[in-house]
Each structure stands twice: as C-alpha cells, then as structure tokens.
C-alpha cells in the first residue's frame, strides 16, 4: 500500500520568514495530494491540494510543488504569521474514492 | 453548512471495556470515513462507507472494533474490548460523491486506562 514520509517533524521559524514542508510517496498511482492544517485540540482543515496533473499550484501565501519522477511534493508557506503556527499534515490518494494515506506531521512554530 | 459532527467529544474507560463514538455526516455526503489519530502521528484510516456499504475497512482491526452506517447518513464506531493503545482520538470525516475534500469532525478524544 501507499506509504507517505514527511519532514521535518518540527520546524520553528521567525516571524515572516518562509517555511517549506516536504512530503515523499511510495506509489506512483498516486495522482491526489491535499495538505491539511490543523491546529491544537482542533480538526484537521484542508488547506491546499493538488492533482499529479499540475507541477505547482498557489494561494495567496500557500503553495505547493509536486515531482512525480521523484515522487515527492512540497508545502511552501512565505510570510510566515503567528496564526500559521499549527501542526500540518500532507497525504496522498492513489485514485477517486479510494483512501488517504497521512503523513506523520509537521508541527510549525512561528516565533513573533 | 453544518459540519460534521461527533459525540462524545472525549471518553475515558478501562481497559477491556466497550465503548462507541457517534458521527454524523454533513447533509447530502454520501462518503463517511473513520480515523484514528494517535497522538503525534497523522490520521489513519480505519474504515470508510459509500452510503451503508464498506469501501474500505482493510486497517480496522476486526476483532474488536466494528463499524456501521445502517440507513447511510449517521454512523457508529465501536470497541469492544478496548485495549491501551487504542488511545487515540477518533475523527468522522465526510465528503461529497466524486469530490476530494473530506470534512473532518472535531473527533472524539479516548483514553484507556
């Protein structure tokens, strides 16, 4: 089955610098890969997402690479805000209906 | 739209006893998912229906867990008996036929002792 490695497990930043999130897949079926955020005691909230169909994909301050030959994708935050800080989960889906497989997590910390 | 919700929000019982979590699904998704989340790992699918039938229920464990979603909108999860490492907070997500994104509720926080 699929297997998704992510890291770094931590990552603090300061205050408006960039933090990048890399997330590996094992199965090269794989054509799906949200990215959620979720913050502490709370649910996990869908963020960014992209189809293997699409190199990169942004919004406002998020964006996200995807290299099918390497098999891995990337979560890239600028501007880094406080509100930002949160643990971020990638994943990857190997076709519709079929099942998402998560990362362990990244927890992020945005020092003011 | 109201989201998913779930009950109880946090459970706390001994080992060996049962205990079940209750999900319903925001109107209209015929798509329901279970997941355990462990504390400091991601979510992991336990389970996931089309309507009232299993798509999926290859990493729930069968011998003590179970699952159903019998008119096809709310579902329960249960344990019976629960051991130590099931620890773990329980999330119902939902989705809309055909769509990617799964709503999650705001999970179900067990712990065995």
């Known amino acids: 089955g699929e297997n998704v490695e992510q890291h770094p497990s931590t990552l603090s930043v300061q205050e408006g610098d960039s933090a990048v999130i890399k997330c590996t897949y094992s199965d090269s079926a794989s054509n799906y890969f949200p990215w959620y955020k979720q913050e502490l005691g709370k649910r996990p909230q869908l963020i960014i997402d992209i189809r293997s169909n699409v190199g990169e994909k942004k919004d406002q301050r998020i964006a996200v690479t995807l290299n099918k030959t390497a098999k891995h994708f990337s979560l890239h935050i600028t501007e880094t805000q406080p509100e930002d800080s949160a643990v971020y989960f990638c994943?990857?889906?190997?076709?519709?209906?079929?099942?998402?497989?998560f990362g362990g997590g990244t927890r992020v910390l945005v020092k003011p | 739209e109201a989201g998913v919700a779930q009950s109880p929000r946090y459970k706390i019982i001994e080992k060996r006893q049962s205990v079940a979590f209750w999900c319903n699904p925001i109107s209209g998704h015929a798509t329901l998912y279970w997941y355990q989340q462990i504390l400091g790992q991601g979510p992991k699918l336990l389970i996931q229906f089309q309507n009232n039938g299993v798509v999926d229920d290859s990493q729930l464990p069968k011998d003590r867990f179970s699952a159903e979603r019998l008119k096809g909108v709310d579902s329960t999860l249960k344990i019976q008996p629960a051991k130590l490492e099931d620890s773990a907070v329980y999330l119902c997500a939902s989705s809309l036929p055909g769509s990617d994104e799964q709503y999650f509720g705001p999970g179900t926080r067990l712990t065995v002792t």
């Open positions: 994943a990857a889906r190997v076709a519709a209906g079929n099942k998402l497989t």
